[in-house]
């Protein structure tokens, strides 16, 4: 498995990867743990041991970081001294991206719809997938809005039903045109 080079679009998916590349070298004492005091003559050699292998994790992490970088986004980083002030610091760069991100995938959620030419389980799938991506940013859509959007896909197909049937009698309900009040369940559907 080779770490990607961070760009202004794979941030989740190379920090995860970042996170595992690291643990899998035993290299993430550095990110799971603070720094430790620094070492005075009455340091145990126990306390000096634990300084050096985080300093080591500390230094081999910062270096693997900077390595998987662009240059666009390594230059208006700051040189930290930790690996957990570093990763704070291009955290920071991607919070206004991850609006934008969010927007969009919101947007591809609202648009998916069914084409009955492809398997139902595809279309499902695929709004799942959505639905994990926005979890990865923190937003949880209601289990019931994907719950009925993909029952209401099922049902359809299965029997074959029109748009008309599961909308066209409550439209005047808004209870029953939305759920939360922001995902319109006509998106279901074609």
Known sequence: MRLPILNEENYAEWLELLELTLGYMNLNLAINEEKPEDLTDESTPDQRNYYAKWQR????????????????????????????????????????????????????????????????????????DIAAQLKDYEIDLPEVYLMFCNNFVVMRHRFNMHCSFGVGSVNDDPLYTTIGGIYPLDSCVD
């Not at 240059?71 to 934008?100: C, F, G, H, M």
């Not at 969010?102 to 709004?127: C, F, P, Q, W």
């Open 57 to 128: 994790s500390n230094n081999m992490s910062l270096r693997l970081i900077k390595a998987n970088m662009s240059r666009a986004i390594r230059r208006p980083i700051l040189n930290k001294l930790t690996v957990r002030e570093y990763l704070d610091s291009i955290k920071e760069q991607y919070v206004s991206t991850d609006s934008s991100t969010v927007s969009t995938l919101i947007a591809k959620l609202g648009a998916i719809k069914y084409n009955e030419s492809k398997d139902v389980r595809d279309h499902i799938m695929k709004a799942r």
